[in-house]
């Protein structure tokens, strides 16, 4: 009976160490979660400069991901202010996303950019910010609208307050006054 006991122990532990075993060599994978961590809706961001509204972004949904990236697929509204704390531009776009790293942010989807102060509008399927440098710019088709002229070519530069702008291959009709 003795010799039983320890035979029987015997075959309960190498059973386990073969179900124990069996699993190394087929793993399962762990899969990492690359989608939004957080999400949040209507929401109002405002960037400032030593106590003045520089920026206000509107959106209907934000995607907060782990990274510090955001996406915005419901779109953006985005209104700068002037030293007036003026409303002196303003941008919309049907989607955009932020890009922590290069603190910059991609818009995409009926951009429309608005001089208030010029009275001037762009309209582009794409368009980039990027906050550091404080520029847009897009290599797609654009079409800006002053008060006197349609202005069409394919790539555009601009300060982010689209004041002073240069489309890069320009296409159409454009108004030049002589000098006197």
């Given at each position: ?115 208030i102060e010029k009275g001037e509008t762009m309209k582009t399927e794409e368009l ?26 394919n790539g555009l530069v601009s300060d982010d307050g689209f004041i002073h702008w ?15």
């Open positions: 009976m003795y010799r039983f006991e320890k035979l029987f122990c015997l075959l309960i532990a190498i059973s386990s160490l073969i179900a124990c075993n069996s699993g190394a060599d087929n793993p399962v994978p762990k899969v990492k979660y690359t989608g939004p961590t957080m999400q949040s809706g209507n929401i109002t961001t405002l960037y400032s400069d030593s106590a003045r509204l520089k920026i206000k972004l509107n959106a209907k949904m934000q995607w907060q991901f782990e990274n510090g990236d955001a996406e915005y697929p419901e779109g953006i509204n985005l209104s700068f202010y002037n030293r007036n704390q003026q409303v002196s531009s303003t941008l919309r776009a049907n989607y955009a996303k932020y890009d922590k790293q290069r603190d910059s942010y991609f818009a995409r989807g009926n951009v429309v950019v608005n001089n980039h910010w990027d906050k550091v440098k404080r520029q847009i710019h897009t290599d797609k088709f654009v079409t800006v609208q002053t008060k006197t002229d349609i202005i069409q070519g240069k489309i890069l291959n320009p296409t159409g009709n454009i108004t030049v006054e002589q000098p006197q």
